[in-house]
């Protein structure tokens, strides 16, 4: 059966996951929505789907199975309650919500659903390195610190400091959850500015099971580069970087690093888009889910309190919300 699915924002991840599904084999993308006309008409041209400039409409529209909603952040909630309400599978792009109300309100429309939903686009599980880090993790005894760094290549825009969490480290609380199995039980987060611009978060997790966790995120830097070490109980597993050909020219040696997250995930984002849809068909999430959402936005709160206080922030357990 041909899964027929509206996607939501038409801007680079939103034309990457219309590339990818449309790629699958009886996935259809059949419309495509922006805010902004020529956006929603360029991006349905890459699947011959249909295009509109309402949102909400296409979350709820008969005949479609599934939405992809990769909207800006702040429509993420609105347009996925919307969707559930209309018995449509939806995988969400990260933030879930840029508020953790409106990440629980997702949680508790998903429950009063009455079956798992929603996907949300925390999709570094995917990557073959973050992977290979798992596997090795299992051979190597109890985690004692996972050492997670994000460097960015943001230089046209300044980001403020919530949007950097809940864009950004969202990722690497969510692989530091994944790979330890464990909980945030407190966080520290230090910022470094110039001015308003900010140049690098420092962020501090204890987990629950012991483990401590640094992110070092820098914004704007010399490339796109994501790494990955776990030191464990009986040695370490530092993630592979993508292999590139060290060239020497010019009296120089140099290797490639990239300069943003669509080179150095394409990988991740194909398999995202099969594994989702292979889980709608039956109607299973079998990725990160609103719950993890919910859980990356808390500590996303929790980071920016105590990037503004200076405090350790500790986090309560999240059935304690009733999620
Ligand atoms: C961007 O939105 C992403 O999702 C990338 O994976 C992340 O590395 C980057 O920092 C974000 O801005």
């Known amino acids: 059966m041909s899964l027929r699915i509206g996607v939501i924002g038409a801007g680079g991840m939103g034309r990457e996951h219309i590339r990818n599904l449309s790629a699958l084999e009886d996935v259809e993308v059949a419309v495509v929505a922006d805010a902004v006309e020529a956006a929603a008409v360029a991006g349905a041209q890459i699947a011959g789907a249909k295009s509109t400039i309402d949102s909400i409409a296409v979350a709820t529209q008969e005949g479609l199975d599934a939405v992809v909603i990769a909207s800006p952040d702040d429509t993420h909630a609105e347009l996925t309650i919307a969707a559930i309400r209309a018995g449509k599978k939806v995988l969400c792009e990260k933030p879930l919500a840029v508020t953790v109300e409106d990440a629980l309100a997702v949680v508790h429309a998903e429950q009063a ?16 390195a973050h992977q290979q880090v798992q596997s090795a993790m299992l051979e190597l005894g109890p985690l004692h610190h996972l050492r997670l760094v994000h460097r960015n290549t943001n230089f046209d825009w300044e980001r403020p400091l919530d949007v950097v969490f809940s864009q950004s480290l969202i990722h690497d609380i969510h692989t530091a959850r994944w790979l330890s199995g464990s909980e945030f039980v407190t966080v520290v987060a230090q910022v470094v500015r110039t001015g308003a611009r900010i140049n690098y978060v420092n962020l501090l997790g204890q987990l629950q099971n012991g483990a401590t966790v640094t992110v070092e995120f820098a914004e704007a830097t010399y490339g796109y580069d994501v790494e990955i070490e776990a030191t464990c109980e009986e040695g370490m597993a530092i993630a592979a970087q993508p292999a590139h050909p060290v060239v020497r020219r ?54 920016i309190e105590s990037a503004e206080s200076g405090a350790r922030v500790a986090l309560a357990p999240q059935h304690e919300l009733g999620a």
Do not use: C, K
């Open 113 to 128: 659903a009455g079956q798992p939903m929603v996907q949300v686009g925390l999709m570094r599980v995917y990557d073959p």
């Open 250 to 303: 010019d009296g120089a040696s140099h290797r490639h690093i990239g300069d943003d997250w669509f080179g150095r995930f394409t990988e991740a984002y194909r398999i995202e888009a099969a594994e989702w849809t292979a889980g709608v068909r039956v109607a299973q999430v079998r990725g990160p889910g609103s719950a993890d959402g919910l859980a990356a936005q808390r500590v996303v709160a929790a980071a």
